[in-house]
């Protein structure tokens, strides 16, 4: 929430100051920069979010003293064959 505060705060006087250098025809760029960062960061949070979860169900699953499932690793040789 604090960030929408200070996007909220900056954006005006930020595209003020661009648009007496380059004119207001930027407008449509600067919102949409606007747009892609919030989606960007979005995004970003979104996968930290999910990183953290996985980290928390292992960590559970460690602690109880369960281990998680091993990963079969699939080689390009497939199955039946011999990798030698």
Do not use: I, K, Q
């Not at 954006?11 to 920069?33: C, D, E, I, K, N």
């Not at 892609?36 to 949070?45: C, D, T």
């Not at 497939?78 to 990798?83: A, E, K, L």
């Amino acid at each position: 929430m604090a960030a929408a505060y200070t996007g909220s705060t900056l954006a005006p006087p930020l595209f003020g100051l661009l648009s007496t250098w380059v004119g207001t025809w930027t407008l449509p760029l600067f919102l949409l920069a606007l747009v892609a960062l919030g989606l960007l960061m979005s995004e970003r949070l979104n996968r930290l979010m999910a990183h953290r979860a996985r980290a928390d169900r292992l960590a559970a699953l460690v602690a109880r003293g369960d281990h998680p499932p091993e990963r079969r690793v699939l080689t390009s040789a497939g199955p039946g064959t011999s990798d030698g």
